[in-house]
């Protein structure tokens, strides 16, 4: 019947079953976001699973484990970030009169440039860091309306790894009729694994380089501010911009725009570097994405899914090219224009 119909209504059938699948999934985002990122944690973990089986733990107590290491190690980030959150409410009070000096800096410099007074005024009227307090701490209290989230969260992730023990399984009885699925659903959770393995490794690296370097500085809470690079890690392309804006800003009461540079170099140095040079070679190899497609995951995504999309770009980008492309013995096309060219080391003839 496809055959039949003409290219062109086949093109625009497409389209619309497409838009109206990504409308679909932006309008459930509250679910599918939650359930993208325990299937992500569990493709994770799985392997621990695999490991402790082989060494002669019982299926019950090998579940017990991966269940426990996982709840975990979310509820040490959640306490880590909860800490710190409250610390940086209670310090940024103490660096108010700075800020307003250092407005009032800028403010005469911007004067002695010729810009009238008026104008300044009017662009220096919205600055004020104590205007941001009552933000950050309407963002501590607000930590408790997760609760619900959280705990779907935790619920989700109790569930999928009780189902993981038998994944094998079904993946058999997949196979049996779409062999195509089966391979396609084992290599999305292999480049899944070696994506956080690399991400990871690297993140742990940008956030210990961070926080040393920032407390070198004499930045405050710099273990927040690695934790927050060692998240952003995770959002390709632009983590490093928004891993940087906060102890940036932060340095300028704290050491005037001299703090503010030294703090914008070391990030260059070291999270745009490795982050945004070293980094995607890696990944590019582990996941076998173009650097461009990733960039366009990433902005999709997040539009799609709000801020976890960002997060879960990748994850997701290769799931949905499992279930579409790598299934599909025709879809050869699309994985030669979105998969990552290996670069090769040429030898010179003799």
Not at 9 to 21: D, E, F, M, S
Not at 244 to 254: E, G, R
Request: hydrophobic residues 60%; without cysteine.
């Amino acid at each position: 019947m496809t055959a039949a119909m003409p290219r062109a209504l086949v093109l625009l059938l497409g389209a619309a079953a497409t838009v109206i699948t990504v409308a679909g999934l932006k309008s459930i985002a509250w679910l599918a976001a939650p359930v993208l990122l325990a299937l992500v944690i569990v493709i994770a973990v799985s392997p621990v699973h695999r490991w402790l089986r082989r060494v002669g733990l019982p299926s019950w107590a090998a579940t017990s484990v991966l269940v426990v290491l996982v709840y975990g190690t979310l509820v040490a980030f959640a306490v880590v970030t909860f800490v710190s959150l409250a610390q940086l409410a209670a310090t940024l009070p103490k660096y108010a009169d700075r800020f307003d000096g250092v407005v009032g800096d800028a403010t005469r410099a911007l004067q002695g440039m010729g810009i009238a007074p008026e104008q300044v005024r009017d662009a220096m009227a919205g600055v004020d860091l104590g205007k941001i307090i009552p933000y950050v701490g309407a963002i501590v209290k607000d930590l408790t309306g997760l609760t619900t989230s959280l705990v779907f969260l935790l619920a989700l992730l109790l569930f999928m790894s009780i189902e993981s023990t038998g994944v094998d399984v079904r993946l058999a009885d997949i196979g049996a009729d779409r062999p195509r699925m089966t391979a396609a659903l084992r290599t999305f959770a292999k480049q899944t694994r070696g994506y956080l393995a690399v991400t990871t490794v690297f993140g742990l690296i940008i956030a210990v380089l961070d926080v040393i370097a920032l407390a070198l500085l004499g930045i405050p809470l710099s273990v927040l501010w690695g934790l927050l690079s060692f998240v952003t890690n995770y959002i390709p392309n632009i983590g490093f911009l928004m891993g940087v804006i906060p102890p940036a800003v932060l340095a300028l009461p704290v050491g005037g725009w001299q703090l503010t540079l030294a703090v914008v170099l070391v990030y260059w140095a070291v999270n745009f570097v490795v982050q945004s040079m070293i980094q995607p070679i890696y990944v590019g190899d582990s996941i076998g994405l173009s650097p461009v497609m990733t960039f366009v995951a990433l902005v999709f995504w997040a539009w799609v899914l709000g801020p976890l999309g960002a997060l879960l770009a990748i994850p997701t980008t290769l799931l949905v090219m499992a279930l579409l492309v790598d299934t599909d013995p025709r879809a050869g096309w699309a994985t030669a224009l979105t998969r990552h060219i290996k670069r090769t080391k040429r030898k010179d003839k003799a």
